[in-house]
């Protein structure tokens, strides 16, 4: 269920400044601006669109894809909204009535994987769609359609024996939303001007099933729909309701860009930049955890801490904790530009939450063990919070620092 990318050199620095459509032109001062769209999106924490299925901590919004330069749209519900990750990946199947346009180069069509630190991997062909949600458009934007091949199989330099999770059932959604601190999701470590070898994000393959490992133009790699808007596309805030207890579910806000709008400004946020991978430091528990990251994609807290008792892995709740009862803990976040917050968080038993409660969506104590160096600042830090997310490359309000960073 956690959905942060694997741990690697993907996360590039890089301004899409010249790559945009519809940003530039001149103003006259006789002409007023046109007013502000509506950038307000709503999300919510409600199980998912799984019949059946609960998906804990899932924060969940809509997005409607359309067929470029055209009004043949649908709406897709279910789309997990991942600070963690940077693109819209949504299921074919979800889309059945759009054909939208596959990128190629030659005769070979890109295929993009994203493989994630949980040991899944997401397959399928890079197109062209609009994007739009609230009163925003990001038009001519490369999505990843999230499908198995036909006629031939995942290329192992993708799969790598991990986790197939290219079906509803699997992924407990109808999509990803990656509103991650980055414009692309490889960025010059896949783009040809670099050469050598290219690492195995996308693959261009023939119809006959031959895939290799491509470097793929900035231009079709896999954005960032936020940065594609013409306006509002430096960022965005996820606003998420108080929970002192498991719910039902949880209701929140996506409002895009930062200190574009009056709706929209920083306020007394602290920001916390990053870096070069897109990370902070997390002190806790006598550590120094140089690789911590806040990852809205990510179902509860994830970290490191062999005192805290693991469910058991025939429960109902393998991969969380089970402490004998709740735990009241304290951590320590600090940027690269030395900024610094302490977060007091609870940690409950997961498999008492799960049994007391097994209509609720929303745990804002859950959480599990994690990976070395690393704390995940799952969906439970947001609940209560207003957290922001400055893409790389794009301008942030006068007097910040340059982005990437996180605030709040």
């Known amino acids: 269920m956690r959905k942060q990318p694997s741990v690697g050199a993907l996360l590039i620095s890089l301004s899409l400044a010249g790559l945009l459509v519809g940003c530039g032109g001149s103003s006259s001062t006789s002409t007023p601006p046109p007013p502000p769209v509506s950038n307000v999106q709503t999300i919510a924490v409600d199980g998912g669109p799984v019949p059946g299925q609960i998906y804990p901590d899932g924060a969940f919004t809509s997005v409607t894809v359309c067929e470029p330069g055209t009004t043949t749209c649908q709406t897709v519900n279910g789309i997990l909204v991942d600070t963690g990750s940077v693109g819209l990946r949504v299921l074919a199947s979800a889309i059945p009535g759009l054909s939208l346009p596959k990128l190629t180069s030659g005769s070979d069509t890109f295929y993009d994987c994203v ?26 934007s490369p999505v990843h359609l999230i499908e198995d091949p036909t006629g031939f199989a995942v290329p192992t330099g993708c799969s790598n024996g991990g986790v197939d999770e290219d079906s509803q059932a699997a992924l407990g959604a109808n999509g990803i939303l990656g509103v991650g601190p980055e414009p692309l999701d490889c960025g010059l470590a896949c783009d040809p001007s670099i050469g050598g070898t290219p690492p195995p994000v996308y693959f261009g393959c023939l119809s006959t099933g031959s895939c290799l490992t491509a470097f793929v133009p900035i231009g079709q790699q896999v954005v960032n729909p936020i940065v594609l808007f013409p306006a509002d596309n430096n960022g965005v805030i996820l606003k998420m309701q108080a929970l002192s207890s498991p719910a039902a579910t949880a209701t929140g806000s996506m409002i895009f860009g930062i200190g574009t709008q009056s709706n929209n400004q920083l306020g007394s946020a602290t920001v916390f930049t990053l870096d070069n991978f897109d990370n902070f430091t997390t002190k806790f528990n006598s550590q120094t955890l140089t690789s911590s990251f806040i990852d809205s994609g990510s179902n509860g807290f994830f970290f490191d801490d062999s005192a805290i008792p693991q469910c058991p892995v025939s429960s109902i709740a393998p991969g969380f904790f089970c402490p004998a009862s709740t735990a009241n803990l304290s951590a320590q976040n600090l940027g690269t530009n030395s900024a610094q917050n302490t977060v007091n968080f609870s940690l409950g038993n997961a498999v008492d939450m799960f049994q007391s409660n ?32 400055a893409i790389d490359g794009q301008t942030v309000p006068s007097g910040k620092p340059a982005a990437p960073w996180w605030a709040y």
């Open 115 to 140: 493989s994630f630190i949980d040991g899944s991997f997401l397959w399928g062909p890079v197109a062209e769609a609009d994007v739009k949600m609230a009163g925003e458009v990001a038009s001519a």
């Open 358 to 389: 097994p209509g609720d969506t929303a745990f804002p104590t859950l959480g599990g063990p994690g990976f070395t160096g690393s704390f995940d600042w799952g969906l439970p830090f947001f609940y209560g919070r207003n957290v922001f997310v």
